[in-house]
Each structure stands twice: as structure tokens, then as C-alpha cells.
T-cell receptor, first 115, second 113 residues
Framework: DAGVIQSPRHEVTEMGQEVTLRCKPISGHDYLFWYRQTMMRGLELLIYFNNNVPIDDSGMPEDRFSAKMPNASFSTLKIQPSEPRDSAVYFC?????????????FGQGTRLTVV | GEDVEQSLFLSVREGDSSVINCTYTDSSSTYLYWYKQEPGAGLQLLTYIFSNMDMKQDQRLTVLLNKKDKHLSLRIADTQTGDSAIYFCAESKGSGGYQKVTFGTGTKLQVIP
């Protein structure tokens, strides 16, 4: 497997525009996580899914953020409208039920810059 | 609570040992992890320890767990420049199929040649 794949790797957009980040988890993994990393706040869990169903979205900062997982191999994180304070690196990760040590496999991240 | 705390920065000389510390608050944690993030990359699992263990050694890495004090440390022997990265401590808890993982804010390790 190629690992968790995120696209795009870099995104620069203007304030007010809609941004969509994409993630393909590792095949067979039933958990998917979206994290945001900033210098000020470190790594924050935004939302996670189990079997394509959102389980906990308490980390989503505002209604401007939304995430979907239409099938087991694809998820999106959308920001509409985007603001400069949304600038961060967004990571997607996946893991598999039944593994006692629950290792999370991370994608390479999307660096978002909102100007 | 679910706080996992780490110092932000550590600088060591090449060849010395590095010790990265972490404290957590949830005594029901089942596993504790150390992840490594190299520049421009995602996090990768380095090692983990089950909560009923005190120590785990894996080549140059030694993990020490003090459950009473809720303190976890990662020791890297003979630190190399390639060890320069951000190291994240994480804890997991839960039962059944899923264990929720909480990450610390990360410690940036700088290795000076």
C-alpha cells in the first residue's frame, strides 16, 4: 500500500475562498482522522470517522469547517470561507480496529496558506 | 483530563544522549507512544509502551514509564544529526475496538554537529 495519500501538498488561497483538502486512507483501515498543526497550538484533532461515519467532531473549530467521508477510500475537509488564521498544515491519518497498539499512519500533510 | 505536555525544544550535541520528557494526566491510559516528525513529513510511530510496563528498549531508544507520576521519557543514545525532528508523545485509552489517541504538542530536537 502507498500509505495515506493527501492532496494537494500545498495550497495557497485568498481569504474568503473555499478550500477542499483530500485524503485517501490506507486500504482496510476503518478509522480516519483529520488533524491540524500550527506553531501556536501544536497538533489538534479536528474530527475522526469510523466506517465512514463521523464519530467526534468536537475539535472542528467553527461552522466554516466541514468534513465528509463518502466511502471507505476517500475523505474531504472543506473550509468555506477560508480565513488567514486557518493557515496551517492539515494531516490525515488512518488506523485499523482490533490492533491493540492502534498505530496511526499519517499522510504527508497539506500546507494551507490563506492570504 | 486528557492533557499531554512536553517541553517545546531540546538541543544536544551529536554523540550525546537526548532525553525527551512528557507528562500526561489520564491514569487510565493503556498505551503510550512516541512519534517522530521529520521536516515536511507526517508523523511516524517510533515506539510504544504498554501501560503495565516500566521500560522498553529498542536499539538506541529507551522508553521509561513512571505510572505513579504519569511521566514518560524517550532516551536516544548516541544522538545523530538525522535524529533532528519533532518528537510527539501520545497516550491512548479506551476499550473495545478503538482507543482514542491524544498527542502532546511536540518537542523539537536539534542536534548540533
Amino acid at each position: 500500500d502507498a500509505g495515506v495519500i493527501q492532496s494537494p501538498r500545498h495550497e495557497v488561497t485568498e481569504m474568503g475562498q473555499e478550500v477542499t483538502l483530500r485524503c485517501k486512507p490506507i486500504s482496510g483501515h476503518d478509522y480516519l482522522f483529520w488533524y491540524r498543526q500550527t506553531m501556536m497550538r501544536g497538533l489538534e484533532l479536528l474530527i475522526y470517522f469510523n466506517n465512514n461515519v463521523p464519530i467526534d467532531d468536537s475539535g472542528m473549530p467553527e461552522d466554516r469547517f466541514s468534513a465528509k467521508m463518502p466511502n471507505a477510500s476517500f475523505s474531504t475537509l472543506k473550509i468555506q470561507p477560508s480565513e488567514p488564521r486557518d493557515s496551517a498544515v492539515y494531516f490525515c491519518a488512518s488506523s485499523q480496529t482490533g490492533r491493540m497498539n492502534t498505530e496511526a499512519f499519517f499522510g504527508q500533510g497539506t500546507r494551507l496558506t490563506v492570504v | 483530563g486528557e492533557d499531554v505536555e512536553q517541553s517545546l525544544f531540546l538541543s544536544v550535541r551529536e554523540g550525546d544522549s537526548s532525553v525527551i520528557n512528557c507528562t500526561y494526566t489520564d491514569s487510565s491510559s493503556t498505551y503510550l507512544y512516541w512519534y517522530k516528525q521529520e521536516p515536511g513529513a507526517g508523523l511516524q510511530l517510533l515506539t510504544y509502551i504498554f501501560s503495565n510496563m516500566d521500560m522498553k528498549q529498542d536499539q538506541r531508544l529507551t522508553v521509561l514509564l513512571n505510572k505513579k507520576d504519569k511521566h514518560l521519557s524517550l532516551r536516544i543514545a548516541d544522538t545523530q544529526t538525522g535524529d533532528s525532528a519533532i518528537y510527539f508523545c501520545a497516550e491512548s485509552k479506551g476499550s473495545g475496538g478503538y482507543q482514542k489517541v491524544t498527542f502532546g504538542t511536540g518537542t523539537k530536537l536539534q542536534v548540533i554537529p
